[in-house]
């Protein structure tokens, strides 16, 4: 499974930007892809994540202002992040939890990084 990851770029404190990831299998056969973001000389947090059946769950500093969504004509998982601040800047990343069957039951679980892209924010 490749994740491409894009949208970043130098956005205005205030402002919004959309990122996207692109899956190269149906995003509906991944159970959930999350977008993550790590800034320099901090660990890598998750931002936001969207689970097949609908349900999405929000880092709670990205809650009200933040919504992911999967667009299946696009094959890709968005992530819209409004009121931008400048602690938003970082590297966003999506990840892929692929559900692993064999013979029919579930026996496992793969995890699959895209390679991230750059948000900038300025004051």
């Known amino acids: 499974v490749q994740l491409q990851a894009s949208g970043g770029g130098l956005v205005q404190a205030g402002g919004s930007l959309r990122l996207s990831c692109a899956a190269s299998?149906?995003?509906?056969?991944?159970?959930?892809v999350a977008w993550y973001r790590q800034a320099p000389g901090k660990q890598r947090d998750l931002v936001a994540a969207s689970v097949a059946d609908g349900a999405s769950d929000y880092a709670n500093s990205m809650k009200g202002r933040s919504t992911i969504s999967r667009n299946y004509a696009r094959n890709t998982v968005d992530l819209e992040i409004n009121s931008l601040k400048p602690e938003d800047a970082a590297v966003y990343y999506c990840?892929?939890?692929?559900?692993?069957?064999?013979?029919?039951?579930?026996?496992?679980?793969?995890?699959?990084w895209g390679q991230g892209t750059l948000v900038t924010v300025s004051s």
């Open positions: 990840k892929a939890e692929v559900q692993i069957y064999h013979g029919g039951r579930l026996s496992g679980r793969e995890d699959y």
């Open positions: 299998i149906p995003i509906s056969s991944i159970k959930t």
